[in-house]
């Protein structure tokens, strides 16, 4: 009998998750991730936050399926490789995303890892994506899920043949409706469970008031300027600004402004119109490919910089083992450094990296 480890983070998605691979005939077990201490992010010891209820959601989903539940403690790997890099993004002009890093790092590196410790074939999560195998090149490849409002294909570009290989995603044809039917039908304690949106660590909403709780550092004031260096007035702090950001500037201006650069070095953030926000292309480094092994003359894609942004035709070209040259059709709004391009040829994700520069 096939065996699987079942990633349950307490919502509905991954207890559905459980549920399919455990009608499907697999020995399952059930795994919480344990990711931070309170006391790591800013929250006193004594208070309980929603983390504990996601793992009573998810053991009492656990005990329903008779399957067993674990949960492991990967809090080390998690704060090297996922809250140092999102600090890292941000003292660096750069704007992160810490859920592809968690995917990249945690949920398909240390827990695929230790899944294999312990003599299990797969990974299963309650991501909404799709793992088929080409015939003809015999890879692996990763496309979008049937439901195109849930897709989440673009936060996992990063997987590798290898993971792609030991990786179920079960919901990937169905809807999020379905899924809720199948818990409400199961009598699952969180059917009804709202799917959580900001990011785990960050408990207040404010990215920069963590980063300076967490670095206990102070980061300086410095000047706003337009693109030709003329100072408009005083920032807050790089670590507060991001590409497109129009909020928060606390500027009074005849028209509306926005950041257009971040500059580390010069401690500098640049303001402009609308129209300056535009750029045309972007080198990303970093890369992956899963669809092809490598891309050796142009090719048309379509391209997608952001999470929620409608794919962008573009011509792309491997310019090194590690980096992309992407050209858009048309100009993209705030492309924005440290976050990721994803690659797609129809449903199947070619690949994607984090972008770099931006032209």
């Not at 349950?8 to 991954?14: C, K, L, N, P």
């Not at 009573?56 to 403690?73: T, W």
């Not at 100072?231 to 028209?255: A, M, N, S, V």
């Amino acid at each position: 009998m096939k065996k699987a480890i079942i990633a349950m983070s307490g919502g509905v998605d991954s207890s559905v998750a459980a549920y399919l691979m455990k009608l499907r005939g697999y020995e399952c077990m059930g795994v919480t991730m344990k990711l931070f201490h309170n006391e790591d992010i800013g929250i006193p010891s004594e208070h309980s936050c929603c983390s504990l209820d996601d793992v009573e959601d998810a053991r009492s989903v656990a005990y329903a399926l008779d399957i067993p539940y674990h949960v492991f403690n990967f809090s080390t790997r998690f704060e090297e490789t996922v809250i140092g890099r999102f600090i890292a993004a941000y003292e660096n002009g750069m704007t992160p995303n810490p859920c592809i890093d968690c995917n990249r790092y945690l949920k398909f590196d240390k827990l695929y890892h230790r899944a294999k410790e312990l003599d299990y074939d797969y990974v299963v999560t309650g991501h909404y994506a799709r793992i088929e195998k080409d015939a003809l090149s015999g890879r692996y490849l990763l496309k979008k899920a049937v439901d195109a409002n849930k897709d989440q294909s673009y936060v996992l570009y990063a997987l590798t043949q290898d993971q792609l290989a030991h990786t179920q995603f079960p919901l990937g044809g169905m809807t999020k409706p379905d899924v809720r039917s199948i818990a409400e039908e199961n009598g699952f304690i969180n059917a009804r469970k709202h799917d959580s949106q900001d990011i785990c660590f960050v408990r207040n909403g404010s990215y920069a008031d963590f980063i300076e709780e967490h670095t206990e550092k102070k980061y300086p004031d410095g000047d706003f300027i337009d693109a030709d260096g003329n100072i408009l007035g005083r920032h807050r702090g790089i670590i507060r600004y991001t590409i497109g950001q129009r909020k928060g500037l606390e500027l009074p201006f005849p028209e509306p402004m926005y950041v257009c650069a971040v500059d580390p070095i010069c401690n500098t953030v640049t303001l402009g119109k609308q129209s300056e926000l535009y750029s045309q292309s972007l080198t990303a480094t970093d890369i992956n490919l899963i669809s092809v092994s490598s891309i050796d003359e142009p090719l048309r894609l379509k391209a997608k910089v952001r999470y929620r942004q409608s794919e962008q035709w573009a011509t792309v070209l491997q310019t090194d083992e590690d980096t992309l040259q992407i050209k858009f059709d048309e100009p993209q709004r705030a492309v924005t450094k440290g976050q990721a391009v994803v690659l797609y040829d129809g449903d199947t994700v070619v690949g994607g990296g984090t972008i770099y520069s931006v032209r």
